[in-house]
């Protein structure tokens, strides 16, 4: 062996045996099995003391090249190319499991999978139903656009100016009186919780929530390392803010009408009263405001002005959008924030998307300006209700004397709570297995075995009626295996 390693170089002297010993097998130097010369002959040759060689011996072992018994001499492992192979392909497993962005729950990952298979019965999905969806009137409207070269071009970092004043109007129904310069246009609310956990929260952040979260079914926060943190029935004291937050920075998340998942309402006075407690505590808020427009009684006191309404020191960012009444395929939402707060969000979203659809937001603004939104709305809770009051009465047929339930609000959801803790990936599998696919509590609460999301907005008549069906029977089952 005429080789030795360059001392000239960077590299450490085991690195280059390492690689000159790989490089003669891959050239066929060295077949499978070839054996080794004496550690000591070796060390000489290459001209290196032998705790040198045996590192770069043992790295060789490890990666699977070389292989040998103790006391005995080392050869070239029978797997060697092999490990040769796979060493020149790309591990892309690697890079998956240390990226940033945390992989969701295999439940979630299975939900969004048979979403799209239209053999199996959605009993949890949130969405409306494509006969709920206004997709003619939305492509009459088209014709009243004005779609040319300058306004279907990418669009400003806060989006349509026109867009943006529209909704300026819309939202006064909810006592907010903001401005153009106030809103930032998101695809969706989504996107503005990517962009408050990118561009306003540091790491080690901690975001308040109630026990049971939509935030819990996805990793926006905590894939950049912030701490999500349930409280129950909206039990928020000055003590625990300090407490769970002590010197970190936090901000509160909270859907105050119509809950995701639960359906729940608070009251103005209960806005007020968490309002004033957050403006004390100086901790800010998220108020996810989607669902709304879907209360069935539009003047009933939990309607109320949304918590942006008492907003007097910029401390509420407010989310809306049009993914749960217009279409979810547009992706335009919007986050109402100050100005320093929506600059740096729409500068972000500049670098993440360029701006949102111009096109969506031109037919967005249509429909709010024309009054064809309000129209939509008015048919669509109406139909909505009819859809709850359905579900709701086979929920009594079948399922009082093993669970319980309130009677929906608005929205989209029910919230099933079965006595006994029979809600497990058992069940969601099982139920899978009979082409039914439900919202188990334990993606919005990983502690939860109690509770199921039941939508009335997806499925027709007879798909409720045969999927409640479905799902009485197997939870009938997991009940005598439970007792």
């Known amino acids: 062996m005429n080789w030795q390693p360059n001392r000239a170089l960077p590299l450490s002297l085991s690195k280059q045996i390492v690689h000159w010993m790989t490089e003669q097998i891959e050239n066929g130097e060295w077949p499978i099995g070839t054996k080794l010369p004496p550690q000591r002959k070796l060390a000489l040759s290459f001209g290196v003391n032998r705790s040198t060689l045996q590192e770069a011996l043992d790295e060789l072992k490890a990666n699977g090249l070389f292989s040998s018994k103790t006391g005995s001499a080392t050869y070239v492992s029978n797997d060697s190319w092999n490990v040769l192979v796979r060493q020149k392909q790309t591990n892309w497993q690697k890079y998956i499991e240390t990226?940033?962005?945390?992989?969701?729950?295999?439940?979630?990952?299975?939900?969004?999978?048979?979403?799209?298979?239209?053999?199996?019965?959605?009993?949890?999905?949130?969405?409306?139903?494509?006969?709920?969806?206004?997709?003619?009137?939305?492509?009459?409207?088209?014709?009243?656009?004005?779609?040319?070269?300058?306004?279907?071009?990418?669009?400003?970092?806060?989006?349509?100016?026109?867009?943006?004043?529209?909704?300026?109007?819309?939202?006064?129904?909810?006592?907010?009186?903001?401005?153009?310069?106030n809103i930032c246009i998101v695809s969706g609310a989504l996107q503005a919780l990517q962009l408050i956990s990118l561009g306003l929260l540091e790491a080690g952040s901690i975001v308040l929530q109630d026990r049971f979260s939509y935030l819990n079914s996805i990793h926006t926060f905590q894939s950049f390392g912030m701490q999500l943190y349930?409280?129950?029935?909206?039990?928020?004291?000055?003590?625990?803010?300090?407490?769970?937050?002590?010197?970190?920075?936090?901000?509160?998340?909270?859907?105050?009408?119509?809950?995701?998942?639960?359906?729940?309402?608070?009251?103005?006075?209960?806005?007020?009263?968490?309002?004033?407690?957050?403006?004390?505590?100086?901790?800010?808020?998220?108020?996810?405001?989607?669902?709304?427009?879907?209360?069935?009684?539009?003047?009933?006191?939990?309607?109320?002005?949304?918590?942006?309404?008492?907003?007097?020191?910029?401390?509420?960012?407010?989310?809306?959008?049009?993914?749960?009444?217009?279409?979810?395929?547009?992706?335009?939402?919007?986050?109402?924030?100050?100005?320093?707060?929506?600059?740096?969000?729409?500068?972000?979203?500049?670098?993440?998307?360029?701006?949102?659809?111009?096109?969506?937001?031109?037919?967005?603004?249509?429909?709010?300006?024309?009054?064809?939104?309000?129209?939509?709305?008015?048919?669509?809770?109406?139909?909505?209700?009819?859809?709850?009051?359905?579900?709701?009465?086979?929920?009594?047929?079948?399922?009082q004397a093993i669970a319980s339930w309130e009677k929906p609000k608005g929205g989209f959801y029910i919230w099933l709570k079965f006595h006994e803790p029979i809600v497990t990936t058992a069940l969601f599998m099982q139920l899978l297995k009979n082409k039914v696919l439900i919202n188990p509590g334990y993606i919005y609460a990983a502690d939860d075995a109690h509770h199921i999301r039941l939508s009335f907005a997806y499925g027709s008549d007879a798909e409720l009626e045969q999927g409640l069906d479905i799902l009485y029977q197997q939870a009938v089952l997991q009940l005598n295996k439970h007792r």
């Open 99 to 181: 990226s940033i962005h945390k992989s969701n729950f295999q439940t979630i990952q299975l939900i969004n999978e048979f979403e799209q298979d239209d053999s199996v019965i959605r009993l949890g999905t949130g969405e409306l139903s494509p006969s709920l969806l206004p997709s003619s009137a939305i492509h009459a409207s088209l014709s009243g656009l004005n779609l040319d070269g300058k306004t279907i071009g990418y669009s400003s970092p806060q989006g349509s100016l026109s867009l943006r004043q529209a909704i300026c109007s819309y939202v006064q129904k909810r006592g907010i009186i903001t401005s153009p310069e």
């Open 230 to 399: 349930g409280l129950s029935e909206h039990h928020y004291t000055m003590d625990m803010i300090q407490r769970i937050r002590r010197k970190r920075q936090a901000i509160l998340y909270t859907i105050p009408t119509l809950h995701n998942p639960t359906g729940s309402c608070m009251t103005t006075q209960q806005k007020k009263e968490l309002y004033t407690l957050c403006e004390s505590a100086q901790l800010p808020i998220i108020e996810d405001d989607v669902y709304f427009e879907l209360l069935f009684e539009e003047e009933s006191e939990p309607a109320g002005p949304a918590m942006k309404a008492l907003d007097e020191t910029g401390g509420v960012l407010y989310i809306g959008s049009v993914s749960k009444t217009l279409s979810p395929g547009l992706r335009i939402g919007w986050v109402i924030a100050s100005i320093p707060v929506i600059q740096r969000l729409a500068d972000i979203k500049m670098q993440m998307d360029y701006g949102s659809s111009a096109i969506s937001q031109q037919i967005v603004e249509h429909w709010l300006r024309t009054g064809l939104y309000e129209g939509h709305i008015k048919g669509l809770r109406t139909e909505l209700q009819r859809r709850a009051e359905w579900m709701d009465s086979l929920l009594q047929q079948h399922f």
